[in-house]
């Protein structure tokens, strides 16, 4: 088996029989230096995602769009079958966003979608209120983005943050106040 | 995603890199391209990265690569699947370049060794002496170089500890 160095059967204390692998560490030999990547390359590599930022502002864009056109998808699916994959389609986007929000200095994009996600998760919520939150997280992106709301986005930032965690709290318990009143706020 | 970790690795002077943006281009490209180490998403088109972790250590070319997860959560649930899917390492979204760093660096110069069972076939999860680990491949290893495929170097009864 490729990686295998050698094995071992033991027995665990509990009595059970296994077999430990030894993994080869040849990785070692690929690498320049014997103690691995060095400090110095996550620093150079923190400038490296740095000069990606400008880059991430036109990546969110670009996703936030496709997010807000999966919204009349949402309502109009012909099938339980389509409409769970556009709801997966939205889930892959809002995880991405969410995953690189932070690293790029926009927390406030990686908490809106992560309460799009959890939403979007929700497969008994009712289609028009999905694809009604879906669209006004959509748009709440949009504004964090186009408005350069970098880090907590001050007071501006807060609301949204409030409405988005506010959204995913009623989409996840609609008699809590039903979405109109979440919204709204 | 792909093109952040992408750029990362490239500042840590990893230039041969392949991407793949579905669990079935992945298994692909273990295959053709013999990585040295993966890194997935937790979430992927198709299938969960749990799920294609489970697919290499169950049915790939490849079963003991090192796979790292990129993951925003790391409640306790997940971690537990995780562990249970085989994941070798992983690292808390926002990727910062330094965690990366760290989980790669630990891939290459402390490897887990992996643990077959009844029920389970992933890296060894538990945290072992670094010593201890270095005398087990010394004794797993032969003087005489590389053991023959599919045989084990070295077999002893032992009580773990």
């Given at each position: 088996m490729k990686r295998k160095a050698g094995s071992f059967i033991r027995v665990s204390e509990k009595g059970y029989t296994y077999e430990e692998i030894v993994v080869a560490d040849d990785l070692k030999t690929k690498m320049e230096r014997p103690e691995g990547i060095p400090p110095d390359a996550a620093r150079i590599a923190q400038q490296a995602v740095e000069r990606l930022q400008d880059e991430f502002v036109e990546w969110a864009r670009r996703d936030i769009a496709r997010l807000a056109n999966l919204a009349p998808e949402l309502a109009s699916a012909p099938s339980d079958a389509s409409l769970e994959e556009i709801r997966q389609q939205a889930r892959i986007i809002a995880h991405d966003l969410r995953g690189q929000g932070a690293t790029f200095g926009y927390p406030l994009v990686t908490e809106i979608a992560t309460c799009l996600g959890t939403i979007m998760r929700l497969d008994k919520l009712d289609r028009e209120m999905q694809q009604d939150m879906l669209q006004t997280l959509a748009e709440m992106m949009r504004e964090v983005i186009e408005r350069r709301m970098r880090g907590d986005g001050g007071e501006a930032g807060e609301k949204l943050r409030k409405k988005a965690h506010r959204m995913a709290v009623l989409a996840a318990?609609?008699?809590?106040?039903?979405p109109a009143a979440g919204i709204a706020g | 995603m792909r093109r952040l970790t992408k750029t990362i690795l490239a500042a840590f002077g990893i230039r041969r890199v392949r991407e793949a943006s579905t669990a079935e281009e992945a298994l692909e490209q273990i295959r053709e391209f013999e990585p040295d180490i993966a890194i997935v998403d937790f979430l992927m088109p198709g299938m969960t990265g749990l799920d294609f972790v489970k697919l290499v250590r169950g049915g790939s070319d490849d079963p003991m690569l090192p796979i790292i997860m990129l993951t925003a959560s790391s409640t306790q649930h997940l971690v537990t699947a995780a562990r249970d899917a085989g994941v070798t390492e992983f690292v808390a979204k926002p990727v910062s370049p330094e965690a990366l760093r760290r989980r790669i660096n630990e891939i290459i110069l402390h490897p887990r060794n992996f643990i077959r069972s009844a029920t389970f076939f992933g890296p060894d999860r538990r945290r072992k002496r670094p010593e201890a680990v270095e005398e087990d491949r010394r004794a797993a290893t032969p003087e005489a170089g590389t053991p023959e495929a599919g045989s084990d170097a070295t077999e002893a009864q032992e009580r773990v500890p």
């Open positions: 318990d609609p008699a809590r106040g039903g | -």
